[in-house]
């Protein structure tokens, strides 16, 4: 009986005994791993992504390293989000958001519900993204953790515009900037100027969703200014910064300026963990060269941003990407292809519950419908989307759709309507601060117009296009000037510069069946 007795003891001891040894060496290779990982760059971390994670899954079901696996999890964030492993990450910062709650550290349990927010808004779950946008937002507002409800509270109206809820957005903004009045007091100096600085940012993103192109660029010019004057670091919102400079500058037509502001993005997040930021700007990037008519370029950027997204994971934005470049085939003429990416936007637009791209990819459709010949499919696919941008006070978008309804009526035989849209085209243009769609709206209504009067603003628009580089809107001009030349030889020539920049462009599909006499109707493209 005593030996029997003895036996059992000694293996509840070795057990015991190992258990220790067990921990121990767990809690060693935590703060290895917390070392390693605070001293060594992206790349060499990504190598040991698997044993990082697996010691991560072993100790958190040792309550007394919880607090180490956090500390781990927050060096190692984002990059295994972006990685093979990128399924399992999100059970990490669950984990992490659990910990926060239990200590009672609500300003790092609302920071990470920003991190579970963004994943689930990169994954195309937009409604788990708004729904826990909504509890981190309110979580942030009541303890005063400004920064992150600028954060979160960019997220939530990002998907919310998605979803069409302008005005919540709109009510947004407003709660954003009474919260931040009203904590001023409450935070330290830098911090509130720094969450001001970002506020101010998404001030300028509502300004340029107004139309209000130059008000927009006033505010982030200035932005910038004060943020280069006050702060050193925070590469983050210095990009943030720039990319909607870069944005407003593309509204306004000034592309070279907008290339070369996403091109410092690109810089600044050259050694950054965040991916999804990366490919964003590289996106913008191609629309960029879309917008001038370098459609090699911007192909090559959105099929690489869409092989690194499905590689990844990164579902949200696919449905975009994938429709800009429907877009590129587009003003290449090439609509088969075309149509092949806007069907995959259309889908994933309905999969993702992304209420803005439905409509775009509709509207997208029936424009590639349009020049296919199937004219009563896309007045009501074009129709369908510009419904949406009123309801939504979108005047670009309701410019472009309008545009594109006068010509498919002009192309239906219905002149009055097509003149009807055009002039409100026209008008609209009119009211938001860019030459270039002011210039695109006045050559589509000229369509309509005596050719005296069509020939004057041709001209007019060509000097606009050739100065802001949109090729296919300048090879258009020429075309166009070329009908109504009154002399052989002036007509040749006028041709001749045309097609030459259709061939440089790669967009010669457009010559199709067309003459110096009946040239190509091209699309209003590329705004």
């Known amino acids: 009986m005593m030996d029997v007795f003895y036996t059992k003891t000694q293996e509840r001891f070795a057990e015991s005994h190992w258990a220790d040894n067990y921990a121990s060496n767990l809690e060693r290779q935590l703060n290895y791993f917390i070392n390693y990982a605070n001293s060594h760059i992206h790349k060499e971390i990504s190598q040991h992504l698997p044993t990082f994670l697996n010691v991560l899954?072993?100790?958190?079901?040792?309550?007394?390293?919880?607090?180490?696996?956090?500390?781990?999890i927050t060096i190692l964030h984002p990059l295994p989000r972006y990685s093979i492993y990128g399924d399992n990450w999100i059970s990490n910062i669950q984990f992490a958001i659990s910990f926060f709650e239990r200590k009672q550290e609500y300003k790092k349990q609302a920071l990470f519900l920003a991190y579970l927010i963004e994943m689930y808004q990169e994954s195309g779950q937009l409604d788990t993204?708004?729904?826990?946008?909504?509890?981190?937002?309110?979580?942030?507002?009541?303890?005063?953790?400004?920064?992150?409800?600028?954060?979160?509270?960019?997220?939530l109206i990002t998907i919310s515009r998605a979803q069409g809820e302008t005005e919540k957005a709109e009510a947004l903004h407003k709660i954003i900037e009474a919260e931040l009045f009203r904590s001023r007091d409450r935070v330290s100096f830098n911090q509130w100027e720094l969450a001001w600085i970002n506020y101010r940012v998404l001030n300028a993103v509502r300004l340029r969703g107004d139309g209000k192109y130059n008000k927009a660029m006033q505010e982030i010019e200035s932005t910038i200014h004060d943020f280069s004057a006050n702060f050193i670091g925070a590469t983050e919102t210095l990009e943030f910064a720039t990319r909607i400079r870069g944005l407003i500058h593309w509204s306004l037509g000034n592309y070279q300026k907008a290339i070369q502001d996403y091109r410092q993005c690109l810089q600044l997040l050259e050694n950054s963990k965040y991916i999804f930021t990366r490919l964003h700007v590289q996106g913008i990037l191609a629309l960029a060269y879309w917008s001038i008519s370098e459609y090699d370029r911007a192909e090559s950027l959105?099929?690489?941003?869409?092989?690194?997204?499905?590689?990844?994971?990164?579902?949200?934005?696919?449905?975009?990407?994938?429709?800009?470049?429907?877009?590129?085939?587009?003003?290449?003429?090439?609509?088969?292809?075309?149509?092949?990416?806007?069907?995959?936007?259309?889908?994933?637009?309905?999969?993702?519950?992304?209420?803005?791209?439905?409509?775009?990819?509709?509207?997208?459709?029936?424009?590639?419908?349009?020049?296919?010949?199937?004219?009563?499919?896309?007045?009501?696919?074009i129709k369908s989307d510009m419904d949406y941008r009123i309801l939504n006070n979108e005047i670009r978008g309701e410019i472009s759709c309008l545009l594109n309804l006068s010509m498919c009526y002009w192309m239906m035989q219905e002149k009055a309507q097509a003149i009807q849209a055009a002039e409100r085209a026209n008008m609209l243009a009119n009211e938001i601060d860019s030459i270039v769609i002011k210039a695109l709206a006045a050559r589509i209504l000229a369509r309509y117009q005596p050719e005296d009067g069509q020939a004057a603003v041709l001209q007019e628009t060509l000097v606009v296009m050739r100065d802001r580089h949109r090729r296919l809107s300048e090879a258009d001009c020429l075309l166009s000037l070329a009908a109504l030349a009154k002399d052989n030889t002036e007509q040749e020539e006028l041709w001749k510069q045309g097609v030459q920049i259709l061939t440089e462009i790669g967009a010669t599909a457009w010559l199709k069946g067309a003459t110096p006499q009946n040239p190509p109707l091209l699309p209003p493209t590329g705004f």
């Open 302 to 381: 959105l099929k690489e941003n869409l092989a690194t997204r499905e590689d990844l994971k990164i579902s949200w934005m696919i449905n975009r990407e994938a429709g800009n470049l429907g877009l590129v085939f587009l003003a290449r003429g090439q609509l088969e292809q075309a149509m092949v990416y806007i069907n995959r936007q259309l889908a994933l637009s309905i999969k993702f519950n992304d209420i803005q791209e439905i409509g775009r990819a509709r509207g997208n459709r029936g424009i590639v419908q349009m020049y296919l010949g199937q004219t009563e499919q896309a007045l009501n696919a």
């Open 57 to 72: 899954s072993e100790a958190q079901t040792y309550p007394h390293l919880h607090a180490k696996a956090v500390e781990l």
């Open 129 to 155: 993204a708004k729904e826990l946008a909504e509890r981190g937002f309110i979580l942030a507002k009541k303890h005063n953790a400004i920064d992150t409800l600028v954060n979160i509270g960019e997220k």
